[in-house]
């Protein structure tokens, strides 16, 4: 009986079945606990070979790895009582196995369910104690990083550890978009008119400027053209008087041929004169 292959095969069976039952490997990936008829041992089994009991001792292996929540699209109100319509994820990851199974019964849907509740629960105070403008355009930032303050003091009871909270979108439900764009459009409609007429004014005042001093430099620069003209004409009269004066005689032939001159000027020009008159008297030869 000892010798047939049958009893062989039993014996390095059983052998396989012990080795099996007590040897078992964790993966890089995975992290695992041991359960002992049915009671959960306090230890926590890393990546590597490791030993139990066998039949004694059962393994549960967990994923290890960052894990992602893809929640889906909620609605928030915010301090304003409007609402937004938001679209977020969660990364966590297991951080103390054993406070994980004993929260979540190794569920990992039991796990991302109420995960979803303490990130809705915070959202909902986030949302609000602000207003709409500040939720969409400055402060999504201020609300992550308080976020993930928040929800990791809440999910340590659960084992778990939050890596990053993310909102992907956060929009205006279709029914208060077209009037909340409207007023948007007629806020920047008014800035931009007031910019305009600022504008206006301003360049209604440099114009003004430019041509007070167009103005005023007109009539400085009239001013002195006619000091100057003044000063010149004066100097003129001087040099004449002088010149004049060297010979009167002379003085006086010119004088009365710039008056001949102009009395003749045109041949309609009728004047009825004594010849011997004070008018010609350079034309007799005398001069006198």
């Known amino acids: 009986m000892k010798n047939s292959p049958l009893f062989w095969f039993a014996i390095v069976f059983g052998v396989f079945l012990t080795v099996n039952s007590t040897f078992f490997v964790v993966d890089q990936r995975e992290r695992a606990i041991v359960k002992q008829m049915g009671e959960l041992l306090p230890v926590e089994y890393f990546p590597g070979l490791h030993a139990k009991i066998p039949f004694f001792q059962d393994v549960e292996k967990f994923d290890g790895r960052i894990l992602t929540m893809d929640n889906q699209v909620e609605n ?8 937004v319509e ?12 054993t406070t994980y199974y004993q929260a979540t019964g190794g569920s990992s849907a039991s796990a991302m369910d109420r995960l979803a509740g303490i990130v809705n629960t915070s959202l909902r105070g986030e949302f609000g104690s602000r207003t709409i403008q500040q939720a969409i355009s400055g402060e999504r930032d201020a609300i992550m990083r308080t976020l993930s303050k928040s ?3 809440k999910v340590k009871n659960l084992g778990i550890e939050v890596v990053d909270v993310r909102v992907k979108s ?4 279709k029914e208060v978009s077209g009037s909340v764009y409207e007023r948007m459009r007629a806020e920047r409609t008014r800035v931009a008119s007031d910019l305009r007429a600022r504008g206006a004014e301003e360049a209604e005042k440099i114009r003004a400027e430019a041509d007070r001093s167009a103005q005023t430099t007109i009539a400085d620069s009239y001013r002195d053209a006619e000091k100057i003209r003044g000063l010149g004409d004066a100097k003129a009269s001087e040099t004449y008087a002088k010149a004049y004066g060297q010979d009167a005689e002379f003085y006086s032939f010119y004088r009365s041929l710039n008056i001949y001159r ?14 011997k008159g004070q008018f010609f008297r350079h034309f007799n030869g005398t001069g006198k």
Do not use: C, G, Q
């Open 76 to 83: 928030f109100l915010t301090v304003e009582k409007k609402n």
């Open 86 to 97: 938001v679209d977020f994820f969660v990364k966590w990851r297991i951080a103390n196995l």
């Open 151 to 153: 929800i990791s003091s």
């Open 170 to 173: 956060i929009n205006l439900p």
């Open 262 to 275: 102009d009395a003749f000027s045109s041949k309609k020009d009728v004047l009825v004169l004594e010849p």
